[in-house]
């Protein structure tokens, strides 16, 4: 599975534009890549997936460039509710190495008033 | 929204005991997990589970682990003789897919004194 590496923690204000960037220098053909967030005391929450370019959902947008070695999530307008640590994961999703997700550190988000 | 339940929430147990956690994932997947976060540090995997047997499990997840799903509605995370460093959230999910967003419970809180 390929090694991700993001920051430890950021910090943003209320109505920002938060981006998460993550790096994945050895993400292999069939990996995707897929951000999760997590709450103190919950589990982790899906938040979205991605192969190449960009997608975008209600939530997030997570942009991949071309050789798919960064991506970034962002998160548009946070708000105080926002405050939670997101992980950056890279999986085969193929062949079936993705349902065991692999967690790093995390990045630790707080968005201050 | 269908969610996976986990009981219970918290757990106190002295060391050496058996404790099982318990978890009801949600009702048309067919992919269950069991993973753990030590407090402060990464969310690791333990173990995932398919088709009435384990698909893959970490080294984490030695001989005094087990799970079970015995009835068709339940998953369970049984430790047998629990140990200080077992003292963890420990988290339930489940999937559609092999290669599905996983769904996590809120946790089950253990702590082995």
């Known amino acids: 599975l390929a090694k991700t590496t993001q920051p430890i923690s950021m910090d943003s204000y209320e109505g920002q534009e938060v981006n998460i960037t993550c790096s994945h220098n050895n993400i292999a053909t069939n990996d995707y890549i897929t951000w999760y967030q997590q709450f103190p005391s919950q589990g982790p929450r899906f938040i979205i997936q991605?192969?190449?370019t960009k997608v975008t959902n209600e939530v997030a947008s997570l942009f991949i460039p071309a050789d798919r070695k960064s991506s970034t999530l962002s998160l548009p307008r946070v708000s105080l509710s926002d405050t939670a640590v997101y992980y950056c994961l890279v999986g085969d999703r193929l062949q079936g190495g993705y349902n065991k997700l692999i967690f790093g550190a995390g990045t630790r988000l707080a968005v201050h008033p | 929204e269908p969610e996976v339940t986990q009981t219970p929430s918290h757990q106190v147990t002295q060391m050496g005991q058996e404790v099982i956690l318990r978890c009801v994932p949600i009702?048309?997947?067919?992919?269950f997990y069991w993973y753990r976060q030590i407090l402060g540090q990464k969310v690791e995997f333990l173990v995932s589970?398919?088709?009435?047997?384990?698909?893959?499990k970490s080294e984490i997840f030695d001989d005094q682990f087990s799970v079970e799903r015995p009835d068709g509605s339940n998953f369970t995370l049984k430790i047998r003789s629990t140990k200080l460093e077992d003292s963890a959230m420990y988290f339930c999910?489940?999937?559609?897919?092999?290669?599905?967003?996983?769904?996590f419970g809120e946790g089950s809180r253990l702590t082995v004194l």
């Open positions: 589970f398919y088709n009435n047997e384990i698909s893959e």
């Open positions: 009702s048309n997947h067919l992919y």
């Open positions: 999910a489940s999937s559609d897919s092999r290669a599905g967003e996983l769904f």
């Open positions: 991605g192969y190449k």
